[in-house]
């Protein structure tokens, strides 16, 4: 008798838990009411101006959404919500992201884009579970090593900075499978990316490069390739029409294919000329 009551007692708070976790919260004073019970809280398009420490009370927040708003600080009790999986804050006026961001051990998406970034703290290396990190449209130049650590990341968007270098280690990332790098002043890739063997979608377009770096020819599962006022013309290299699955190559008026289209394994290759 006592175990059928108990086993009633668990499927009551499990279905409770789970009916929970569809209710999304729109303001902090309700969901103040009952943090434990907060599984999703939006505060998108609210005039933030600031997010006050009691954010650190929701323990069981697994998305929180702050993207419009006004925000130019996160506070540090942001970073204790160790079941946040999703943290959206993008097109606010963030400087900086705090230094213990890394202690978010379950969080799998950090798009952080549109914002006035100028660096990336080192412990964003320990968001080992992060999947997608979006970065674009700030003002970073580079980027910290512990970057590379990310073993699990599959996008990574960093367009619209003025990034000068990436680290040398970016080959460590080897589930990449989206990487956006253009519209920065990168002078090229460095070796290591020769081992980014997962890339499907690689855009490089706008940058500062000095030739096509042949580390590109080792991507075998790509897809789409923006190469267009990357900084290098000339001839492509010819170890491209071995990218047997690219089904989209983007160049510019300056950059030459060194063989006939039908040459590329894909006779349905797109080759756009910008």
């Given at each position: 008798?006592?175990?059928?009551?108990?086993?009633?007692?668990?499927?009551?708070?499990?279905?409770?838990?789970?009916?929970?976790?569809?209710?999304?919260?729109?303001?902090?004073?309700?969901?103040?009411i009952?943090?434990?019970?907060?599984?999703?809280?939006?505060?998108?398009?609210?005039?933030?101006t600031?997010?006050?420490?009691?954010?650190?009370?929701?323990?069981?927040?697994?998305?929180?959404?702050?993207?419009?708003?006004?925000?130019?600080v996160?506070?540090?009790?942001?970073?204790?919500?160790?079941?946040?999986?999703?943290?959206?804050?993008?097109?606010?006026?963030?400087?900086s992201?705090?230094?213990?961001?890394?202690?978010?051990?379950?969080?799998e998406?950090?798009?952080?884009?549109?914002?006035?970034?100028?660096?990336?703290?080192?412990s964003?290396?320990?968001?080992?579970?992060?999947?997608?990190?979006?970065?674009?449209?700030?003002?970073?130049?580079?980027?910290?090593?512990?970057?590379?650590?990310?073993?699990?990341?599959?996008?990574?968007?960093?367009?619209?900075?003025?990034?000068?270098?990436?680290?040398?280690?970016?080959?460590?990332?080897?589930?990449?499978?989206?990487?956006?790098?253009?519209?920065?002043?990168?002078?090229?890739?460095?070796?290591?990316?020769?081992?980014?063997?997962?890339?499907?979608?690689?855009?490089i377009?706008?940058n500062?490069?000095?030739?096509?770096?042949?580390?590109?020819?080792?991507?075998?599962?790509?897809?789409?390739?923006?190469?267009?006022?990357?900084?290098?013309?000339?001839?492509?290299?010819?170890?491209?029409?071995?990218?047997?699955?690219?089904?989209?190559?983007?160049?510019?008026?300056?950059?030459?294919?060194?063989?006939?289209?039908?040459?590329?394994?894909?006779?349905?290759?797109?080759?756009?000329?910008?």
């Amino acid at each position: 008798m006592m175990r059928r009551l108990f086993a009633v007692i668990y499927l009551f708070l499990s279905c409770t838990a789970y009916s929970q976790r569809g209710v999304v919260y729109k303001s902090m004073q309700s969901a103040l009411i009952n943090p434990s019970a907060v599984y999703h809280l939006k505060l998108s398009y609210d005039n933030l101006t600031v997010l006050p420490p009691e954010i650190g009370k929701f323990k069981n927040l697994e998305i929180l959404d702050l993207n419009n708003n006004k925000l130019k600080v996160l506070p540090d009790e942001i970073c204790n919500l160790s079941n946040l999986k999703r943290l959206n804050v993008f097109r606010n006026k963030l400087q900086s992201l705090p230094d213990s961001i890394g202690n978010l051990k379950k969080l799998e998406f950090l798009l952080i884009s549109s914002n006035r970034i100028t660096a990336l703290p080192e412990s964003i290396g320990e968001l080992n579970s992060l999947k997608q990190l979006s970065v674009k449209d700030n003002e970073l130049t580079a980027l910290p090593g512990s970057i590379c650590n990310l073993k699990k990341l599959t996008q990574l968007f960093l367009s619209y900075n003025k990034l000068t270098s990436l680290p040398d280690s970016l080959g460590k990332m080897v589930q990449l499978e989206q990487l956006y790098i253009n519209n920065n002043d990168l002078p090229g890739l460095p070796e290591s990316s020769a081992k980014l063997t997962n890339l499907i979608y690689l855009y490089i377009g706008k940058n500062s490069f000095v030739q096509v770096p042949e580390s590109i020819c080792f991507m075998i599962k790509l897809r789409e390739l923006d190469l267009s006022r990357c900084g290098a013309f000339g001839f492509l290299p010819t170890c491209l029409r071995n990218i047997q699955m690219l089904d989209r190559l983007v160049i510019d008026n300056n950059q030459m294919l060194p063989f006939n289209k039908s040459a590329f394994r894909n006779s349905a290759l797109q080759v756009i000329v910008q």
